[in-house]
């Protein structure tokens, strides 16, 4: 599947990183190593992840640590929306 990106992942990535290079730089770049795998495996598999209707409605969702990958599928399209933690009131991102 093609996969797309929202406008605000580059952001989303780059907040993560900041956050996490406060306290361990070499991490935060491991860690948004595998951020971008699991958006990787999100586009190759996209229907193994559980629809999210809770979330929003056809919305997805993918966990890496305490963070959630929000994306939809559209027939061959994978659209990612955002990357946030989990512990964030979900359906007013989507």
Do not use: C, K, T
């Amino acid at each position: 599947m093609h996969v797309e990106y929202s406008l605000d992942i580059e952001e989303d990535l780059d907040e993560i990183a900041a956050y996490i290079a406060a306290d361990n730089p070499r991490r935060a770049v491991s860690f948004i190593r595998e951020i971008r795998a699991e958006i990787d495996r999100i586009g190759q598999r996209p229907l193994m992840y559980q629809l999210r209707p809770d979330v929003g409605e056809d919305a997805r969702l993918a966990v890496v640590g305490r963070y959630v990958i929000l994306f939809w599928i559209d027939g061959d399209v994978v659209r990612i929306e955002r990357v946030v933690q989990g512990n964030r009131f979900l359906p007013v991102l989507f």
